[in-house]
T-cell receptor, first 111, second 112 residues
Framework: NAGVTQTPKFRVLKTGQSMTLLCAQD?????MYWYRQDPGMGLRLIHY???????AKGEVPDGYNVSRLKKQNFLLGLESAAPSQTSVYFC??????????FGPGTRLTVL | SQQGEEDPQALSIQEGENATMNCSYK?????LQWYRQNSGRGLVHLIL?????REKHSGRLRVTLDTSKKSSSLLITASRAADTASYFC????????????FGGGTRVLVKP
């Protein structure tokens, strides 16, 4: 099992550009999450999904969109990147009310 | 504001010593979880303790939960250099609906 995978691992964008981060899990988990982690801080929830076709806002959703068209995939989109979105992005998946499994992260720099 | 707050923010110990870090939270929880993050890597789950449990063990890890004080502690016994990492508590609050809220973490350095 690969667990949770994220692509790409690194990306540099210019202000105003758009991109999509892909998260995939092979554990048949219902729940998937996108977090961001800024230097020296904990994780903050951007968006999450409790099942295929459903998404919901987390703590810091502005500037991001998500889609969960397939149970195993959760996409995070940046419509118009801003320097404030420079961060490390983590995807996670879980069954309800148990531990979350995290991907290795995507390091994004917006110039 | 963060639901979980870790204390201390940083901890430096010698190999073989014990490391203790604490987590305080604000609202009623379903469970509290501890995660480890090595530098530049994703988070790895360590222990989950439910609101009706007071103590759990896993290898060299011991977690306690005091719901009356809204606090938890993580003890790493006989630390090793490989335990150098950041440790985060995360709460699954009753009002939050299966979402975890992470604290800012404790950075632990174990010197050989």
């Amino acid at each position: 099992n690969a667990g949770v995978t994220q692509t790409p691992k690194f990306r540099v964008l210019k202000t105003g550009q758009s991109m999509t981060l892909l998260c995939a899990q092979d554990m048949n988990h219902e729940y998937m999450y996108w977090y961001r982690q800024d230097p020296g801080m904990g994780l903050r929830l951007i968006h999450y999904s409790v099942g295929e076709g459903t998404t919901a806002k987390g703590e810091v959703p502005d500037g991001y969109n998500v889609s969960r068209l397939k149970k195993q995939n959760f996409l995070l989109g940046l419509e118009s990147a801003a320097p404030s979105q420079t961060s490390v992005y983590f995807c996670a998946s879980s069954a309800p009310a148990v531990e979350q499994f995290f991907g290795p992260g995507t390091r994004l720099t917006v110039l | 504001s963060q639901q979980g707050e870790e204390d201390p923010q940083a901890l430096s110990i010698q190999e073989g010593e014990n490391a203790t870090m604490n987590c305080s939270y604000k609202t009623s929880i379903n469970n509290l979880q501890w995660y480890r993050q090595n530098s530049g890597r994703g988070l790895v789950h360590l222990i989950l303790i439910r609101s009706n449990e007071r103590e759990k063990h896993s290898g060299r890890l011991r977690v306690t939960l005091d719901t009356s004080k809204k606090s938890s502690s993580l003890l790493i016994t006989a630390s090793r250099a490989a335990d150098t990492a950041s440790y985060f508590c995360a709460t699954d609050a009753e009002a939050a609906g299966n979402k975890l809220t992470f604290g800012g973490g404790t950075r632990v350095l174990v010197k050989p």
